[in-house]
């Protein structure tokens, strides 16, 4: 059998399962699900997108041989940094600054610490260095802030290094000088002599993977780059020569955590690049989705079994953020801004003795050994046995892969907690799921504060398989007037969804420290550079239809914090200039609320970006068979509202048979092969015409 | 809508929400205050606090960046606020502020922010936030007078005043502060940060009261405060009853050279409250480095919570069981005019000295000596010509504790600060200097069991002649080890000649003179041992020594292991060791 032109397909590999999402011309999607394989991840990989050929009728040759473009959002290289299997990373860095990655800005005490390690003095510590000191090999060499080399690089001290090098038996090499984005030449010349004498060994520089003022930063960003470089690029070869051999017409694109897709050879050169490209891909894919369906501003939520990620997108665009933490260390890393707090279907209820108060995470039970009524050995309470105990869950349909919910293991478990707090199981119960969804509250509260958006003007977006039965609740106490599950139950495969809804794209940066009123000339030649840049990689790549997108990062003279900024089009000149002000003051206040900024003392230019990019092309949004009648539930089972303080006989409908135009009041039950929404009392839920479902959460005023 | 919201008081669930309510709520105003705030010694330190208290003063919650000193203060100035401005003569769009060291303020240049949040026509709450603003006059630019020998070389003065009113700023107040400094866009912005910080979170708690109904929240907010008293109360109870003494000597004053200073307490344990009694400490000072009773009292109660789960919230119930004697007129307790902007030495000097008491009455938790947080300001002679300040601190390192290492280089310490270190690039784009360097001091830590955290050396080259002004201690007295651990290194500031003559400076300095090309060097005292050093995991040492942490002598001296150098990558030599260690009695080490 012949397969039509022109698939699509998106792979995203989570934690527990391979994510396939296969999108055809007219917009029909496809969903392959298998679990993830940890030893190779390329088994599932493929195992995934062989899954999905089968429910369309086609072998995976001939799904291949008909697909376009295959995009990839890969998590082997975070694991590899999670897990610490990373490489061998020598670091040559400029003498007297070897501990710069040690004293971490005094940082490390906070970054990415939990309370408990910020609060409690007998345990509050910091992380050990990203490369212990006995691999640092420093360098005499520097440069100024201007670029000029006020001490000349010693080339006796690099080749000693390079006797580390062979003495150590390292894997790859970082190189990290002070000032080096200003000027490379000498982290390019230590490149040079490392390659001369090690051709095969993987290389990351600092100007290179993170051209960013601040040298604690840079250098974390260039070592982690290294320590990933060797496996990614081995992995990345593995899946690119999987795919040929399987027939795949198109080639295969990775997802970036900036949002974009660049080839095997970029996300070769650039691993730290990949990181977390799967949930940015969800978050850009909904941006895209929800401006198809005329959703300006948005809050997306993404609840698994271990975590809430919560991202925001405001007018249409989502936000970016230059510096990020990963592993208790500062990152420069240009990522779509998703933050996460370890709250999900798997945290763990507990009583904390001291108070007999109900406590709720930040402990997750994950997958193994999972909640009580997995039976898979957990024998800790948590958020999805409060759910299923409550009756929000239906323990006689089995999960996705097949799973059983052992409801009366769970209520054994919560009844146990609620004993020893005096309260009544259901109420317990209640309890946990109150607290869990009032964290997601204030995450999404800060969030939004911390942009200076206020929350009650979005809408919320939900997906991943948790959210269903949770946002009714966190989503109420915002004051977001409705929740969306984008296209239903595939809301649960959202990241892969977003992976094929990206586009080719690549950002190129100049650092600059221009202040008010700016020098013309010097930004009008950086913004000619970086425009040669930028058309050779798309002409390398034959992209076709490119846009450039501008834009500068700005802030106040006298204060910190830098703001993105779109750069007017036009000629560098006085109009220019003004325009680019005011866009820097709207985008200020809006982000940090009104009077925030103090224009009086100057502004300041610290970095210019354009991205080259195909354009993005909006979702094919497909009308749907309108329901020609009122639903009808399945069946009906008690489920126990806070709202009322009882359970109640409950009305459960199967998903599946909801059609386009229908609406049901709650409280009520949906349930899908993948999620289960909770419709509580007063909101009701909506079928649309494309197959998104809409949780009303107040009614009408 | 009023009192949608189930009630608290009885429900283990409702409570718990609540409590996450309050501490959200001044989360958030910490974050407006840092992001709006213009102060780069603020921001890039993440150093905004902000607090919920109440109309009869208690503090109910605070954010998790806030420093002990920094809660202590809000907490204890209200109540100053409150006796100028009774609530009912409080109006809605009311803004006060204050920063009178006397009534619980912290020096001039810690400006407090309060917003009474309404309940109707009535006064209930009030939100409050603090920063170090950039400059708001005094001896010296940025608030480090170290030369002050009363109040008014400090920095303006502020009684309880009304900043804003429902009309918006009073411009009267604005315009003052404007002209006593020396950054006047600075201290403004910072203040208008610091309202619209209190805003936030004045009007996130006019939500929350209307969301649950005046009395269920009230209810909500008295079980919060008990809930934090009873946690703090079996944490006092799991320590052995008795009388323990502590004290700990600063080495001058800044102004009287050669005179030492001895902050002594006594901490009295008595079931499941504490009695934590200055009497003993030497008197104020005409110098800088009286501390302010907020501030002796943060000190006491960081020190004693260091025994006790340091997780338990921070508000009024944790006052309770702990009663402070501060003697008035002594260096916790100073009277007008004396000044008190260094303050941290003395705070520190507190810190220690109950550390060590309660090292007694609590062994498993114990804490060697700690060093400190030395602050540094560097400016032009001039300010005629270009304008820049780079005033900052690096941090010592922290005493070995009972069972892992002293942490290097931070800011626990000082009242449990999370302040930042600025990263070097973006300093040499502001102010003419090169740094050198910025590295950990070799064997630096004290030895011990338990080894000290290292300290830290950064040497700047003056590209301009330019005054230096320091403030720190810890330079003529290390900070001690403890049960057979050794003292940690003493720290430095010195100016270097590019001949290479070296000046030491004092630990407090004012407007020393460099001139361009000079190197201004600042090192960190090294935290003390714990332990017998002898007793440390050979392996342990082995690493130390790997990484740059000790030099050999050190090894073989301090910790008496041999490494076998001749093996494929150095190891310890277990049975030289063995020997090495075998023959190290006591008495012989000493001698």
Same mark, same amino acid.
């Given at each position: 059998?012949?397969?039509?032109?022109?698939?699509? $397909?998106?792979?995203?590999?989570?934690?527990?399962?391979?994510?396939?999402?296969?999108?055809?011309?007219?917009?029909?999607?496809?969903?392959?699900?298998?679990?993830?394989?940890?030893?190779?991840?390329?088994?599932?990989?493929?195992?995934?997108?062989?899954?999905?050929?089968?429910? $369309?009728?086609?072998?995976?040759?001939?799904?291949?041989?008909?697909?376009?473009?295959?995009?990839?959002?890969?998590?082997?290289?975070?694991?590899?940094?999670?897990?610490?299997?990373?490489?061998?990373?020598?670091?040559?860095?400029?003498?007297?600054?070897?501990?710069?990655?040690?004293?971490?800005?005094?940082?490390?005490?906070?970054?990415?610490?939990?309370?408990?390690? $910020?609060?409690?003095?007998?345990?509050?510590?910091?992380?050990?260095?990203?490369?212990?000191?006995?691999?640092?090999?420093?360098?005499?060499?520097?440069?100024?802030?201007?670029?000029?080399?006020?001490?000349?690089?010693?080339?006796?001290?690099?080749?000693?290094?390079?006797?580390?090098?062979?003495?150590?038996?390292?894997?790859?090499?970082?190189?990290?000088?002070?000032?080096?984005?200003?000027?490379?030449?000498?982290?390019?010349?230590?490149?040079?002599?490392?390659?001369?004498?090690? *051709?095969?060994?993987?290389?990351?520089?600092?100007?290179?993977?993170?051209?960013?003022?601040?040298?604690?930063?840079?250098?974390?960003?260039?070592?982690?780059?290294?320590?990933?470089?060797?496996?990614?690029?081995?992995?990345?070869?593995?899946?690119?020569?999987?795919?040929?051999?399987?027939?795949?017409?198109?080639?295969?694109?990775?997802?970036?955590?900036?949002?974009?897709?660049?080839?095997?050879?970029?996300?070769?050169?650039?691993?730290?690049?990949?990181?977390?490209?799967?949930?940015?891909?969800?978050?850009?894919?909904?941006?895209?989705?929800?401006?198809?369906?005329?959703?300006?501003?948005?809050?997306?939520?993404?609840?698994?079994?271990?975590?809430?990620?919560?991202?925001?997108?405001?007018?249409?665009?989502?936000?970016?953020?230059?510096?990020?933490?990963?592993?208790?260390?500062?990152?420069?890393?240009?990522?779509?801004?998703?933050?996460?707090?370890?709250?999900?279907?798997?945290? $763990?209820?507990?009583?904390?003795?001291?108070?007999?108060?109900?406590?709720?995470? *930040?402990?997750?039970?994950?997958?193994?050994?999972?909640?009580?009524?997995?039976?898979?050995?957990?024998?800790?309470?948590?958020?999805?046995?409060?759910?299923?105990?409550?009756?929000?869950?239906?323990?006689?349909?089995?999960?996705?892969?097949?799973?059983?919910?052992?409801?009366?293991?769970?209520?054994?478990?919560?009844?146990?907690?609620?004993?020893?707090?005096?309260?009544?199981?259901?109420?317990?119960?209640?309890?946990?799921?109150?607290?869990?969804?009032?964290?997601?509250?204030?995450?999404?509260?800060?969030?939004?504060?911390?942009?200076?958006?206020?929350?009650?003007?979005?809408?919320?977006?939900?997906?991943?398989?948790?959210?269903?039965?949770?946002?009714?609740?966190?989503?109420?106490?915002?004051?977001?007037?409705?929740?969306?599950?984008?296209?239903?139950?595939?809301?649960?495969?959202?990241?892969?969804?977003?992976?094929?809804?990206?586009?080719?794209?690549?950002?190129?940066?100049?650092?600059?420290?221009?202040?008010? *009123?700016?020098?013309?000339?010097?930004?009008?030649?950086?913004?000619?550079?970086?425009?040669?840049?930028?058309?050779?990689?798309?002409?390398?790549?034959?992209?076709?239809?490119?846009?450039?997108?501008?834009?500068?990062?700005?802030?106040?003279?006298?204060?910190?914090?830098?703001?993105?900024?779109?750069?007017?089009?036009?000629?560098?000149?006085?109009?220019?200039?003004?325009?680019?002000?005011?866009?820097?003051?709207?985008?200020?206040?809006?982000?940090?609320?009104?009077?925030?900024?103090?224009?009086?003392?100057?502004?300041?230019?610290?970095?210019?970006?354009?991205?080259?990019?195909?354009?993005?092309?909006?979702?094919?949004?497909?009308?749907?068979?309108?329901?020609?009648?009122?639903?009808?539930?399945?069946?009906?089972?008690?489920?126990?509202?806070?709202?009322?303080?009882?359970?109640?006989?409950? *009305?459960?409908?199967?998903?599946?048979?909801?059609?386009?135009?229908?609406?049901?009041?709650?409280?009520?039950?949906?349930?899908?092969?993948?999620?289960?929404?909770?419709?509580?009392?007063?909101?009701?839920?909506?079928?649309?015409?494309?197959?998104?479902?809409?949780?009303?959460?107040?009614?009408?005023? | 809508?009023?009192?949608?919201?189930?009630?608290?008081?009885?429900?283990?669930?409702?409570?718990?929400?609540?409590?996450?309510?309050?501490?959200?709520?001044?989360?958030?105003?910490?974050?407006?205050?840092?992001?709006?705030?213009?102060?780069?010694?603020?921001?890039?330190?993440?150093?905004?606090?902000?607090?919920?208290?109440?109309?009869?003063?208690?503090?109910?919650?605070?954010?998790?960046?806030?420093?002990?000193?920094?809660?202590?203060? =809000?907490?204890?100035?209200?109540?100053?606020?409150?006796?100028?401005?009774?609530?009912?003569?409080?109006?809605?769009?009311?803004?006060?502020?204050?920063?009178?060291?006397?009534?619980?303020?912290?020096?001039?240049?810690?400006?407090?922010?309060?917003?009474?949040?309404?309940?109707?026509?009535?006064?209930?709450?009030?939100?409050?936030?603090?920063?170090?603003?950039?400059?708001?006059?005094?001896?010296?630019?940025?608030?480090?007078?170290?030369?002050?020998?009363?109040?008014?070389?400090?920095?303006?003065?502020?009684?309880?005043?009304?900043?804003?009113?429902?009309?918006?700023?009073?411009?009267?107040?604005?315009?003052?502060?404007?002209?006593?400094?020396?950054?006047?866009?600075?201290?403004?912005?910072?203040?208008?940060?610091?309202?619209?910080?209190?805003?936030?979170?004045?009007?996130?708690?006019?939500?929350?009261?209307?969301?649950?109904?005046?009395?269920?929240?009230?209810?909500?907010?008295?079980?919060?405060?008990?809930?934090?008293?009873?946690?703090?109360?079996?944490?006092?109870?799991?320590?052995?009853?008795?009388?323990?003494?502590?004290?700990?000597?600063?080495?001058?004053?800044?102004?009287?050279?050669?005179?030492?200073?001895?902050?002594?307490?006594?901490?009295?344990?008595?079931?499941?409250?504490?009695?934590?009694?200055?009497?003993?400490?030497?008197?104020?000072?005409?110098? &800088?480095?009286?501390?302010?009773?907020?501030?002796?009292?943060?000190?006491?109660?960081?020190?004693?919570?260091?025994?006790?789960?340091?997780?338990?919230?921070?508000?009024?119930?944790?006052?309770?069981?702990?009663?402070?004697?501060?003697?008035?007129?002594?260096?916790?307790?100073?009277?007008?005019?004396?000044?008190?902007?260094?303050?941290?030495?003395?705070?520190?000097?507190?810190?220690?000295?109950?550390?060590?008491?309660? &090292?007694?009455?609590?062994?498993? =938790?114990?804490?060697?000596?700690?060093?400190?947080?030395?602050?540094?300001?560097?400016?032009?002679?001039?300010?005629?010509?270009?304008?820049?300040?780079?005033?900052?601190?690096?941090?010592?390192?922290?005493?070995?504790?009972?069972?892992?290492?002293?942490?290097?280089?931070?800011?626990?310490?000082?009242?449990?600060?999370?302040?930042?270190?600025?990263?070097?690039?973006?300093?040499?784009?502001?102010?003419?200097?090169?740094?050198?360097?910025?590295?950990?001091?070799?064997?630096?830590?004290?030895?011990?069991?338990?080894?000290?955290?290292?300290?830290?050396?950064?040497?700047?080259?003056?590209?301009?002649?330019?005054?230096?002004?320091?403030?720190?201690?810890?330079?003529?007295?290390?900070?001690?080890?403890?049960?057979?651990?050794?003292?940690?290194?003493?720290?430095?500031?010195?100016?270097?000649?590019?001949?290479?003559?070296?000046?030491?400076?004092?630990?407090?300095?004012?407007?020393?003179?460099?001139?361009?090309?000079?190197?201004?060097?600042?090192?960190?005292?090294?935290?003390?041992?714990?332990?017998?050093?002898?007793?440390?995991?050979?392996?342990?040492?082995?690493?130390?020594?790997?990484?740059?942490?000790?030099?050999?002598?050190?090894?073989?001296?301090?910790?008496?292991?041999?490494?076998?150098?001749?093996?494929?990558?150095?190891?310890?030599?277990?049975?030289?060791?063995?020997?090495?260690?075998?023959?190290?009695?006591?008495?012989?080490?000493?001698?």
């Amino acid at each position: 059998m012949t397969a039509p032109d022109g698939y699509s $397909i998106g792979v995203d590999i989570g934690g527990t399962f391979t994510d396939c999402l296969v999108v055809a011309r007219d917009g029909t999607t496809t969903v392959g699900k298998v679990s993830s394989t940890p030893s190779d991840l390329s088994v599932g990989f493929f195992g995934s997108i062989a899954a999905a050929a089968e429910q $369309i009728g086609l072998d995976e040759r001939s799904l291949l041989s008909a697909t376009t473009k295959l995009a990839h959002g890969t998590t082997a290289g975070i694991n590899a940094i999670v897990t610490g299997t990373g490489a061998k990373v020598l670091l040559l860095t400029t003498k007297g600054h070897a501990d710069s990655i040690r004293a971490m800005a005094g940082q490390g005490r906070v970054l990415g610490a939990t309370i408990e390690e $910020i609060l409690d003095y007998s345990i509050s510590s910091r992380p050990d260095p990203v490369v212990p000191r006995e691999r640092v090999c420093e360098i005499t060499e520097r440069i100024d802030f201007a670029g000029d080399v006020i001490v000349a690089m010693s080339d006796d001290d690099i080749g000693r290094s390079l006797d580390r090098i062979d003495e150590l038996g390292v894997d790859a090499v970082a190189i990290s000088f002070l000032w080096s984005f200003v000027n490379p030449s000498h982290e390019q010349r230590a490149r040079e002599r490392v390659a001369q004498r090690f *051709p095969n060994l993987f290389v990351s520089c600092s100007h290179d993977v993170a051209p960013r003022i601040g040298e604690y930063g840079r250098t974390v960003s260039t070592v982690m780059n290294a320590a990933i470089g060797p496996l990614m690029v081995a992995y990345i070869d593995r899946i690119v020569q999987g795919a040929a051999d399987r027939g795949l017409a198109g080639e295969v694109l990775f997802g970036l955590c900036e949002g974009g897709l660049v080839p095997a050879e970029e996300a070769r050169r650039h691993p730290l690049g990949t990181v977390q490209s799967g949930p940015v891909a969800g978050v850009v894919g909904s941006a895209l989705f929800a401006r198809a369906m005329g959703y300006e501003n948005i809050i997306v939520t993404d609840m698994g079994g271990t975590t809430l990620d919560v991202a925001t997108i405001a007018n249409g665009e989502v936000s970016f953020s230059e510096e990020n933490e990963l592993e208790r260390q500062r990152v420069y890393l240009r990522k779509v801004d998703v933050e996460s707090i370890g709250a999900g279907g798997g945290s $763990i209820a507990w009583v904390h003795e001291d108070s007999g108060t109900l406590r709720v995470g *930040p402990r997750s039970a994950g997958a193994v050994p999972g909640p009580i009524c997995y039976g898979r050995g957990g024998s800790e309470v948590t958020v999805t046995d409060a759910d299923l105990v409550l009756g929000v869950l239906n323990p006689d349909r089995p999960l996705a892969g097949g799973l059983t919910l052992d409801v009366d293991a769970a209520q054994r478990g919560v009844s146990e907690l609620a004993a020893r707090l005096g309260m009544s199981t259901l109420e317990c119960a209640a309890g946990i799921v109150e607290i869990v969804d009032s964290r997601m509250e204030d995450l999404i509260r800060r969030v939004t504060i911390q942009r200076g958006q206020d929350p009650r003007g979005f809408t919320l977006w939900a997906y991943g398989g948790a959210s269903g039965a949770h946002a009714g609740l966190y989503g109420r106490d915002i004051g977001a007037p409705e929740v969306v599950f984008p296209l239903g139950d595939a809301a649960s495969v959202w990241s892969a969804y977003g992976l094929v809804s990206l586009q080719q794209s690549r950002s190129f940066q100049a650092n600059a420290l221009l202040r008010t *009123p700016f020098d013309l000339e010097r930004v009008s030649g950086l913004l000619h550079d970086l425009e040669l840049q930028a058309r050779k990689y798309a002409d390398a790549r034959a992209m076709r239809d490119i846009e450039l997108v501008w834009r500068g990062d700005m802030k106040y003279s006298l204060q910190v914090f830098e703001v993105e900024t779109e750069l007017p089009d036009g000629d560098v000149d006085e109009r220019w200039a003004a325009e680019l002000m005011a866009n820097f003051q709207r985008n200020y206040e809006g982000r940090f609320g009104r009077g925030s900024g103090y224009a009086e003392a100057g502004a300041v230019l610290t970095a210019l970006r354009v991205t080259v990019r195909s354009p993005a092309t909006d979702p094919v949004l497909r009308p749907e068979r309108a329901a020609d009648g009122p639903p009808a539930p399945e069946s009906t089972r008690d489920v126990y509202w806070s709202e009322t303080r009882a359970a109640e006989p409950t *009305p459960i409908y199967w998903g599946p048979t909801l059609l386009a135009g229908v609406v049901i009041d709650g409280p009520a039950i949906a349930e899908y092969p993948n999620t289960t929404i909770a419709v509580r009392p007063g909101q009701s839920l909506r079928r649309d015409d494309f197959g998104n479902l809409i949780l009303k959460l107040k009614g009408d005023a | 809508m009023n009192g949608t919201t189930r009630s608290p008081t009885g429900d283990p669930a409702a409570a718990e929400i609540l409590r996450n309510a309050l501490m959200v709520a001044a989360e958030e105003a910490s974050i407006v205050v840092v992001k709006s705030a213009y102060s780069s010694f603020v921001v890039e330190g993440s150093d905004a606090s902000a607090a919920i208290l109440d109309v009869r003063g208690r503090l109910v919650a605070q954010s998790a960046a806030t420093t002990l000193a920094h809660g202590g203060s =809000l907490r204890a100035s209200i109540g100053a606020i409150l006796e100028d401005h009774p609530a009912s003569s409080m109006c809605p769009g009311d803004v006060f502020a204050m920063n009178d060291v006397y009534r619980g303020g912290i020096h001039a240049n810690d400006i407090l922010i309060f917003r009474p949040v309404f309940v109707g026509t009535e006064v209930a709450y009030f939100s409050g936030t603090l920063i170090h603003v950039a400059d708001i006059g005094g001896l010296s630019a940025g608030g480090i007078a170290a030369g002050a020998t009363e109040v008014f070389l400090e920095g303006v003065q502020l009684p309880p005043v009304r900043i804003a009113t429902c009309d918006g700023l009073v411009d009267d107040i604005m315009r003052t502060l404007a002209l006593n400094s020396r950054a006047p866009e600075s201290v403004l912005g910072d203040v208008r940060a610091l309202i619209a910080g209190a805003n936030v979170a004045a009007k996130r708690i006019e939500r929350l009261v209307t969301q649950y109904g005046r009395a269920a929240f009230d209810a909500g907010v008295d079980d919060y405060l008990d809930y934090a008293e009873s946690r703090m109360r079996s944490g006092l109870a799991a320590l052995t009853d008795g009388v323990y003494r502590g004290s700990y000597v600063v080495d001058d004053d800044g102004i009287h050279p050669g005179l030492s200073y001895t902050v002594r307490v006594t901490v009295t344990v008595e079931d499941d409250h504490v009695i934590v009694d200055f009497e003993g400490t030497d008197d104020q000072v005409r110098a &800088s480095i009286n501390c302010g009773f907020s501030q002796a009292i943060s000190a006491a109660m960081f020190g004693v919570r260091c025994f006790v789960d340091g997780t338990i919230p921070m508000n009024e119930g944790c006052f309770r069981p702990v009663e402070f004697r501060l003697p008035r007129g002594s260096l916790v307790n100073p009277t007008p005019p004396h000044a008190a902007g260094g303050r941290s030495i003395v705070m520190s000097a507190a810190i220690d000295a109950i550390i060590e008491a309660l &090292s007694a009455a609590q062994p498993h =938790l114990a804490i060697a000596a700690s060093g400190l947080l030395h602050s540094y300001a560097m400016a032009p002679v001039s300010s005629a010509g270009r304008r820049w300040l780079q005033m900052a601190y690096e941090y010592g390192g922290l005493g070995g504790r009972r069972g892992s290492d002293g942490p290097d280089a931070t800011g626990i310490h000082f009242g449990l600060a999370r302040n930042t270190i600025a990263q070097l690039e973006p300093i040499e784009t502001r102010c003419p200097l090169v740094i050198e360097s910025k590295e950990y001091i070799v064997d630096s830590g004290g030895p011990g069991r338990w080894r000290g955290g290292m300290g830290v050396r950064t040497v700047f080259r003056l590209l301009d002649d330019a005054v230096v002004t320091t403030r720190s201690d810890r330079m003529r007295y290390p900070p001690v080890g403890r049960e057979g651990g050794s003292a940690g290194r003493a720290g430095r500031y010195l100016r270097v000649r590019p001949d290479g003559i070296e000046i030491e400076l004092a630990s407090k300095t004012s407007n020393h003179v460099f001139d361009r090309g000079d190197r201004f060097v600042v090192e960190t005292s090294g935290g003390g041992g714990l332990g017998d050093p002898f007793t440390r995991d050979p392996d342990a040492v082995l690493r130390d020594l790997r990484d740059g942490r000790v030099t050999r002598g050190s090894v073989e001296r301090d910790y008496r292991v041999a490494i076998d150098a001749d093996a494929d990558s150095d190891a310890v030599d277990v049975r030289a060791t063995t020997a090495l260690r075998g023959a190290g009695l006591r008495g012989e080490r000493n001698g």
